[in-house]
């Protein structure tokens, strides 16, 4: 059962295609340095194909929330769709989220820009959604690692082309 639904999009200033490859293809290591300050590491369980746990840990100076653990439900990269399920460790929405999954999908918006679509259903403990703050923060928590990747991609035209 679903208590809440969030959805936010962020335009980029790189193509579709590039965003892709960096962000949702599942090679961590390329990942892993377009977020260089905000993700100090990430380590796959499995294959990388759905079902695989991805462990993602969170620079100190990010704030509250350490390390997220998520499984990826579904990647269709035809669609440009990744679904996953979210389990926060650390941080104060941790202990509230009975389940959280997100959807992101990344469309074409131009020559060399994209616009990322974010859905996030969660259900909370005690059945009762979240306060309008806590939903932005939820969805700006993963708008942020994209900006994060675009910042770095816009830096470095040419080094994952």
Same mark, same amino acid.
């Given at each position: 059962?679903?208590?809440?639904?969030?959805?936010?999009?962020?335009?980029?200033?790189?193509?579709?295609?590039?965003?892709?490859?960096?962000?949702?293809t599942?090679? #961590?290591?390329?990942?892993?340095? /377009? &977020?260089?300050?905000?993700?100090?590491?990430?380590?796959?369980?499995? !294959? +990388?194909? @759905?079902?695989?746990?991805?462990?993602?840990?969170?620079?100190?100076?990010?704030?509250?929330?350490?390390?997220?653990?998520?499984?990826?439900?579904?990647?269709?990269?035809?669609?440009?769709?990744?679904?996953?399920?979210?389990?926060v460790?650390?941080?104060?929405?941790?202990?509230?989220?009975?389940?959280?999954?997100s959807?992101?999908?990344? #469309?074409?918006?131009?020559?060399? /820009? &994209?616009?990322?679509?974010?859905?996030?259903?969660?259900?909370?403990? !005690? +059945?009762? @959604?979240?306060?309008?703050?806590?939903?932005?923060?939820?969805?700006?928590?993963?708008?942020?690692?994209?900006?994060?990747?675009?910042?770095?991609?816009?830096?470095?035209?040419?080094?994952?082309?």
């Open positions: 059962m679903v208590v809440g639904r969030v959805t936010d999009e962020c335009p980029v200033a790189v193509s579709v295609e590039l965003l892709w490859k960096v962000v949702f599942g090679d #961590v290591s390329i990942f892993t340095k /377009a &977020c260089i300050g905000l993700v100090d590491a990430v380590e796959v369980d499995g !294959d +990388g194909g @759905p079902g695989s746990v991805t462990t993602m840990k969170l620079n100190p100076a990010v704030g509250d929330a350490k390390v997220f653990k998520t499984r990826l439900l579904a990647r269709d990269a035809a669609a440009r769709v990744v679904k996953s399920e979210l389990v460790e650390g941080g104060e929405l941790a202990g509230q989220m009975k389940s959280q999954v959807e992101v999908k990344v #469309v074409p918006a131009g020559e060399g /820009a &994209c616009v990322v679509h974010m859905t996030v259903e969660y259900e909370r403990v !005690d +059945g009762a @959604p979240l306060p309008p703050a806590d939903e932005a923060m939820i969805v700006q928590g993963y708008l942020s690692l994209i900006k994060k990747v675009e910042e770095y991609l816009v830096a470095h035209p040419g080094e994952f082309a």
